[in-house]
């Protein structure tokens, strides 16, 4: 087990290698630049901003540099924003990222696996087309459509939430409700058909048909025997999902009125600010690289079927 996690620690290096090379050649290989606008830069400002940010070097020099500051842990400055390095607007925006992105992802994993486990035990019934009836709804409408309506209906029209904000501002955690329901649609709609599904299937095993054979009651044959491997699926799919549900939150905080990261993501590809981008997809890449990790830690608790040897 120790040997895994070391191998698989050393291995992140070389992948945020390859994906900090990819990132900077194909955002320098992008037409336009961070000093690009509609205004026309006199040609000594131009020649003094590239000078300023060393990009009046070689490429390849550009590059080393850029991989000496990542290897520091230093972003560089934002192109765009001034008196800002890459480091400060990443340090004060992702935490309220991973905040509502953990508390969707915790909300679409409670319900899911709620309603996959009634669908599951109810199959063909009215409960069971009611619940995959609201996941296809969940995978069906788009997170721009669902943040405005949930908007309009709980707090236009029933005034039960506040429109947007933040935790910081005045209304507290409530500003967290719409938005953490709004981004937890769409995965807990897949996290209900995946339970629903390996459930039904493990329920089938002869392992769960010894255990009633023995008189076990449907509660404990659930909870001790059904549940442990049929989430295998849904760990499979946190990884990824934990990764999207933060990256995926640019519509909600945009809707939402909300400090994250996501919104620096947008400014940042529509100002062509080189450092900006190349810092959030590294952390967005970081991010997703460790969930994964987790995740494969979680499966050896959860099979212990799976050797790490």
Request: hydrophobic letters at 50%.
């Amino acid at each position: 087990m120790g040997r895994f996690v070391f191998r698989r620690f050393i291995s992140i290096i070389p992948t945020m290698f390859v994906i900090a090379t990819l990132s900077f050649f194909m955002i320098r290989a992008a037409p336009g630049g961070p000093f690009s606008s509609e205004k026309e830069v006199p040609q000594a400002v131009l020649e003094n901003l590239l000078k300023k940010y060393h990009m009046d070097e070689s490429l390849p020099k550009q590059y080393l540099r850029f991989l000496g500051d990542i290897a520091r842990g230093d972003l560089g400055p934002s192109f765009t924003n001034k008196d800002f390095t890459v480091n400060q607007l990443i340090s004060a925006s992702l935490p309220n990222s991973i905040i509502l992105g953990l508390t969707a992802l915790f909300i679409a994993l409670i319900l899911g696996v709620s309603v996959g486990i009634i669908s599951a035990l109810r199959q063909n019934s009215l409960a069971d087309y009611g619940a995959m009836s609201l996941a296809v709804t969940g995978i069906s409408v788009p997170l721009f459509v669902a943040g405005p309506v949930f908007m309009l209906i709980f707090a236009v029209w029933l005034k039960w939430l506040p429109t947007s904000g933040w935790i910081t501002g005045r209304n507290g955690l409530l500003t967290l409700i719409l938005p953490a329901a709004t981004l937890s649609m769409p995965y807990f709609a897949y996290i209900a058909r995946l339970s629903r599904a390996s459930i039904l299937e493990t329920l089938r095993s002869d392992y769960v048909r010894t255990a009633r054979a023995k008189g076990l009651s449907m509660p404990t044959i659930m909870f001790k025997h059904v549940l442990k491997g049929a989430l295998l699926p849904v760990v499979s799919y946190l990884g990824p999902a934990c990764a999207g549900i933060v990256t995926g939150s640019v519509v909600v905080e945009s809707i939402f009125a909300i400090p994250g990261l996501g919104t620096f993501f947008v400014r940042s590809a529509l100002n062509r600010d080189y450092t900006l981008i190349m810092g959030t997809v590294i952390v967005y890449s970081l991010i997703l690289i460790l969930m994964n990790f987790v995740v494969d830690l979680i499966y050896g608790f959860l099979d212990p079927r799976i050797s790490y040897k």
